[in-house]
């Protein structure tokens, strides 16, 4: 025999051995299960590691993962004021270690009946909410689901982690009237606003001009007081030297109505005004004031008069 022989039936036998021993070894990785079967019968569950089992006799006939898994399910339901929507649903479950056999043996395909239990809890409880309730409770919903879970999934060997309401998508014709109530609502609540704010100038501005006019009025008033105690003043200097009363205020009125020409004349501002100007006019302005102030004084004398005699007429009669 050649070297070359003994080498390749060496080789050989080294790897039979090998392929021998390899079938009497197998591997499972971390946070994953293993089921072994014995002649097609159940016989046990390998975690991670190496492990062993008989080559022929011993089968692996399945894997399941011990890592948290997430399930999303998508949900068409109509809610009480006959809106139909779309809610997305996600639901992160485990395989509980210690229930392997019944996550592997009692349940055929987890997602399906995860799935089934998601459908008829969300068609139990949406159809009793208005779709503006759906928003505000989702978490409600949630935990229905959850709850519903956990109770039937754990017989199966699952662990219900977490049930999230992910999204809740509406009818698009009424998504849009949604956007447009809003949007109105927005525009009620900027108009509301603009007119307060309207409200608040305008009375702003009324009691600045009632405080403006007031001033006025008591300025002119002021004004008016001074000038008549001026005028008094005046006439009682004039009464002094010799000059009656009429005359003093014969004088009084014709000095008024020059420096009221001149303080016309010095206006750049000023439109035309026509007044009497001949010598006489302020005598004229005079008489016509004392004629008014008599006929004034007489008409107030004759109502009062009046009035008299019909007070004293009515006593007569009682």
């Not at 004088?251 to 026509?274: C, R």
């Amino acid at each position: 025999m050649s070297i070359f022989s003994f080498l390749f039936y060496v080789t050989l036998l080294i790897f039979i051995i090998l392929s021998i021993f390899s079938s009497f070894i197998f591997i499972v990785n971390q946070e994953t299960s293993a089921i072994i079967e014995r002649m097609g019968k159940f016989h046990s569950i390998r975690y991670a590691g190496l492990n062993f089992k008989i080559p022929i006799i011993d089968n692996i006939v399945g894997k399941l993962t011990l890592k948290i898994q997430q399930f999303d399910v998508v949900v068409d339901t109509k809610t009480k004021d006959n809106v139909f929507v779309k809610i997305k649903i996600s639901v992160q479950f485990k395989v509980i270690q210690d229930k392997v056999y019944e996550a592997f043996y009692k349940l055929d395909n987890s997602h399906t009946q995860i799935k089934s239990y998601i459908f008829d809890v969300v068609r139990a409880e949406v159809p009793k909410m208005r779709l503006d309730d759906v928003f505000e409770r989702k978490d409600h919903i949630a935990i229905a689901v959850k709850r519903e879970l956990e109770e039937s999934m754990l017989d199966y060997g699952y662990s219900i982690i977490k049930a999230l309401v992910t999204d809740i998508d509406p009818d698009e014709h009424v998504k849009q009237a949604m956007n447009q109530i809003n949007a109105a609502e927005r525009e009620r609540v900027a108009a509301e606003y603009k007119a307060e704010a309207e409200r608040i100038k305008i009375v702003a501005k009324a009691k600045a001009e009632a405080e403006s006019k007031k001033l006025q009025g008591k300025g002119t008033a002021d004004q008016r007081r001074e000038i008549a105690k001026g005028i008094l003043e005046s006439v009682e200097f004039l009464n002094n030297v010799g000059i009656n009363s009429q005359e003093a205020s014969a004088l009084i009125v014709v000095t008024q109505h020059y420096d009221t020409l001149q303080s016309i004349g010095e206006s750049g501002n000023s439109n035309v005004i026509l007044l009497p100007n001949y010598p006489g006019s302020a005598s004229d302005m005079l008489n016509n004031m004392i004629t008014s102030f008599n006929i004034s004084n007489q008409i107030g004398e004759n109502i009062k008069n009046n009035k008299n005699k019909k007070y004293h007429g009515n006593n007569r009669k009682d």
